[in-house]
């Protein structure tokens, strides 16, 4: 399973062990790009759906960014 912020925390302090409040802080400034990048439904007019990123336009879900952005458990649920 892979957690973009702690893998982002590691690469910042390159060091193997971490604490949970670096972990947090990475947590806080991926926010606004994760209230950006957010799974939208997308309903065609023969009621075909599927699930593109809100911003990327015409990338299905998840996006290049969102998959930076969210961890394996998130992007699966
Ligand atoms: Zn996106």
């Known amino acids: 399973m892979s957690d973009p912020a702690i893998e982002a925390v590691k690469r910042a302090v390159a060091a193997p062990c971490i604490g949970s409040d670096e972990v947090a802080s990475v947590r806080e400034a991926l926010k606004p790009i994760r209230e950006l990048h957010k799974p939208e439904v997308v309903r065609s007019p023969d009621d075909e759906q ?6 990327c336009y015409g990338a299905y879900w998840p996006c290049a960014t969102a998959k930076l952005i969210y961890t394996t458990e998130e992007l699966e649920s």
């Open 50 to 55: 599927w699930t593109e990123c809100a911003v």
